[in-house]
């Protein structure tokens, strides 16, 4: 019940495409959903964050959509950008709990 | 601010040594935690601190680990004896109170090499 699954693990895209990563996680009690985004050599840091009172938001080009009744979210890139290529980890989270996926390593073509 | 601090940024050590890895907190932070990461099995949470207490430490994966925190600005994560299945980079984290656990600012990481 502490899963968070995440898919694919790796994904190329060309520029400009629309790559997409999916989570689902099985614990209702979570109640914050970040994405962290992570350069090669560098830490994760938080991306954007949606809760599960919304079923959207967007931030520039990075979109979580969420559906509550499949327990799933996903983030959304629009407009990738080589730069764009990176490690994305999902996570769920509550009070005093947090569980990451293993992460999307995502490669855009230039 | 100069964002979490770890140190070594690099370590390499044999089977058997103790190894104790460093962090410096993001200042006025009151959550600390501890990652480990590789390929095989992703980021994984070993522990977190609140106000220097340990809050959960159900990551951690054996006796040979242990982490203290003895102030705000500062805690360590010590293996002792190293095996290299330990090899990995190990990341830490902090947060405020207003974030919990869910908004963490991550340090650069320390790359540990166990031979």
């Known amino acids: 019940q502490q899963q968070v699954k995440q898919s694919p693990q790796s994904l190329i895209v060309q520029k400009g495409g629309i790559p997409i990563i999916n989570c689902a996680y099985e614990?209702?009690?979570?109640?914050?959903f970040p994405w962290y985004q992570q350069f090669p050599g560098k830490g994760p840091a938080l991306l954007i964050a949606i809760r599960p009172d919304v079923s959207e938001k967007k931030e520039g080009r990075f979109t979580i959509s969420f559906n509550k009744s499949a327990k799933q979210f996903s983030l959304h890139i629009m407009d990738s950008q080589p730069g764009d290529s990176a490690t994305y980890f999902c996570a769920a989270s509550r009070d005093d709990k947090i569980i990451f996926g293993k992460g999307t390593r995502l490669h855009i073509l230039p | 601010d100069a964002g979490v601090i770890q140190s070594p940024r690099h370590e390499v050590t044999e089977m058997g040594q103790e190894v104790t890895l460093r962090c410096k907190p993001i200042?006025?932070?009151?959550?600390l935690f501890w990652y480990r990461q590789t390929m095989m099995r992703g980021l994984e949470l070993l522990i977190y601190f609140n106000n220097n207490v340990p809050i959960d430490d159900s990551g951690m994966p054996e006796d040979r680990f242990s982490a203290k925190m003895p102030n705000a600005s500062f805690s360590t994560l010590k293996i002792q004896p190293s095996e290299p299945r330990d090899s990995a980079v190990y990341f830490c984290?902090?947060?405020?109170?207003?974030?919990?656990?869910?908004?963490?600012?991550f340090g650069p990481g320390t790359r540990l090499t166990v031979t």
């Open positions: 984290a902090s947060g405020t109170s207003g974030g919990g656990v869910s908004r963490q600012y």
């Open positions: 614990n209702t009690a979570f109640d914050y």
């Open positions: 200042s006025g932070h009151d959550y």
